[in-house]
């Protein structure tokens, strides 16, 4: 499964930005998708989830980000709204998918996409 993500970029404190990924492969079916981000020297955070139309944030983004996706059509999209400074980070995008109804799901993750908010 390869994923790619897009839709990063520059922008003002205050600003939104909208980031895709889409995803391709042998699969036949998605069970969740998830956003993390990884600012320098930091660790990767989950940002956002969503399963079976339950969506989770992490409370920092709750109220601005707003995760979606489209199952059958293999993408999703973090609507980002009221950017901070401190949303500056590459976000990636992770898919789980099953190769076959018998089998486990795995993770597949994206290239990632850089985020930056300047005050």
């Known amino acids: 499964v390869q994923l790619q993500a897009s839709g990063g970029g520059l922008v003002q404190a205050g600003g939104s930005l909208r980031l895709s990924c889409v995803w391709s492969g042998s699969f036949v079916s998605t069970d969740s998708v998830a956003w993390y981000r990884q600012a320098p020297g930091k660790q990767r955070e989950l940002v956002a989830h969503i399963t079976g139309g339950s969506t989770q944030y992490r409370d920092s983004v709750k109220g601005r980000f707003t995760i979606s996706s489209d199952n059958a059509k293999n993408t999703a999209h973090l609507q980002m709204n009221s950017l901070k400074v401190e949303d500056t980070a590459v976000y990636y995008c992770?898919?789980?998918?099953?190769?076959?109804?018998?089998?486990?799901?795995?993770?597949?993750w994206g290239q990632g996409t850089q985020v930056t908010v300047s005050s």
């Open positions: 992770k898919v789980n998918c099953r190769r076959s109804w018998t089998a486990p799901t795995q993770e597949y």
